[in-house]
């Protein structure tokens, strides 16, 4: 069984296979029509059940394009509508549902009710978000830097501001895929020990910087991300928004990183907050064509997990 739980628990050559075979998906695909099929229907007859506990745009949208795009059919569930862990327990919805799919991506909150679904699970299943990582963002800013700039291994990739669960990603892919990363922001929103130490232990570089202009010196890639969530009260937002105020991606920071460095942000972006306009709407951003690659490496993704 081939679930793809998290980066650190994919070995790096299935990791390197899926951004290729993205890239190359990608690739066959130019000029047709969004609905148009593949020319190789991967998934034809296949079943993936799509469970969404917390609101999205990027990850339903392209993992329902993407299955349909490869010949499969989609279910799309509400953590509401199946009452996950609370009137059934999450193992056996996981037993129920892999007599139903032949296969489950889930986005939600707590990473046990993920490794529960998986554990049994009699089918693939993939993390399309929990409050911990979030890899299949990583696994389409990997392909993204890639299309743009060549071979991440050995470049310099800076985060700003809130050591989350994207930023989590980002670090067991510097240990995967063998760039370093820089981590920029208050202390209190440091990136967990654990994170940060699996990609030492695989030879990236990891620094902890509080000077955001030091930070992106030589960078090649600049990341930020939302500030709060929208689970968070008023007066923990106006809190945050004080602690990381000095952390925003603007065109002044832009200008001490390397003339071609890139910017992404994973969206949905407060505008004017982690970032500003001219940054997210500039030359060396990237966010769309970031948001656009959720699809084809998720397709990637898919595929391995089925092995077709």
């Known amino acids: 069984m081939k679930h793809f ?27 047709q029509p969004k ?29 329902d ?5 490869m010949g499969g059919q989609t279910m799309v569930l509400s953590g509401k509508d199946m009452q996950l862990g609370h009137g059934e327990t999450i193992a056996d919805t996981a037993r129920v549902l892999s007599r139903y799919v032949d296969m489950i991506m889930i ?10 679904m998986a554990e ?6 993939i993390n399309g978000l929990t409050d911990r990582t979030h890899p299949c963002q990583i696994m389409a800013d990997v392909l993204t830097f890639e299309e743009h700039r060549g071979p991440i291994a050995g470049k310099k990739v800076v985060w700003t501001g809130d050591g989350n669960n994207v930023c989590a990603s980002f670090l067991h892919a510097a240990g995967q895929f063998g760039f370093d990363l820089t981590f920029t922001g208050p202390a209190q929103f440091d990136p967990e020990e654990d994170f940060m130490g699996f990609a030492r232990q695989k030879g990236s570089k990891i620094v902890v910087e509080r000077d955001p202009y030091k930070a992106v010196d030589g960078a090649d890639l600049v990341v ?24 925003q991606v603007n065109a002044e920071l832009m200008a ?20 500003t306009s001219d940054v997210m709407d500039g030359p060396n951003s990237v966010i769309f064509d970031e948001a656009e690659n959720r699809l084809h490496a ?11």
């Open 120 to 125: 049994y699970s009699d089918v693939p299943v």
């Open 107 to 116: 986005r939600t909150f707590d990473e046990t009710i993920l490794t529960e």
């Open 35 to 63: 609905a148009a099929p593949d020319d190789e229907l991967a998934l034809k007859d296949r079943m993936v059940a799509l469970i969404f506990e917390k609101p999205s745009t990027r990850t339903r949208v392209s993992f």
């Open 5 to 31: 739980l998290d980066i650190h628990k994919t070995n790096e050559a299935a990791l390197r296979g899926m951004i290729d075979q993205a890239a190359a998906m990608k690739q066959a695909r130019l000029g």
């Open 298 to 308: 998720q397709k990637a993704v898919m595929r391995w997990c089925l092995g077709v």
């Open 224 to 247: 930020a991300d939302t500030w709060v969530s929208m689970h968070d009260s008023q007066s923990a937002k106006e809190r945050r928004h004080n602690l990381l105020r000095p952390y």
């Open 256 to 275: 001490h990183a390397k003339p071609d460095a890139l910017f992404m942000h994973c969206l949905p972006a407060h505008r004017e907050e982690e970032a």
């Open 65 to 69: 394009v993407g299955v349909r795009q």
